[in-house]
Nanobody, 124 residues
């Protein structure tokens, strides 16, 4: 059974940094590609970042390139999203997701497993 649990969200000021964590069921990160998505109020869910099963392929949404970094620690069963130079428009609920393939996908429908999400609020 795939279980995902995000943490690390909070209220920060513009320009600050924040790191989100997603703890997965044991062994999942060895077998699944992972993605981070976010959904702001009144907007559709948006792809943020993805990492391949073996960690050698990373991709990012255009709005976060150069500011966000995705990584994982398989031994700790944890996926990370390091966010820097945060902007008010980064305010959203951030969720991690898993798909049992080698590479991540920017498409929401390609992920059958989702966490509950963690709120990130960036004040101006």
């Amino acid at each position: 059974q795939v279980q995902l649990a995000e943490s690390g969200g909070g209220l920060v000021q513009a320009g600050d940094s924040l790191t989100l964590s997603c703890v997965a069921s044991r062994g999942i990160l060895d077998l699944y590609a992972m993605g981070w998505f976010r959904q702001a109020p009144g907007k559709e869910r948006e792809f943020v970042a993805g990492i391949s099963r073996n960690g050698d392929y990373l991709n990012y949404g255009d709005s976060v390139k150069g500011r966000f970094t995705v990584s994982k620690d398989n031994a700790r069963n944890t996926l990370y999203l390091q966010m820097a130079s945060l902007k008010p428009e980064d305010t959203a609920v951030y969720s991690c997701a898993a798909r049992q393939t080698i590479t991540p996908s920017p498409s929401i429908q390609d992920y059958p497993y989702w966490g509950q999400g963690t709120q990130v609020t960036v004040s101006s």
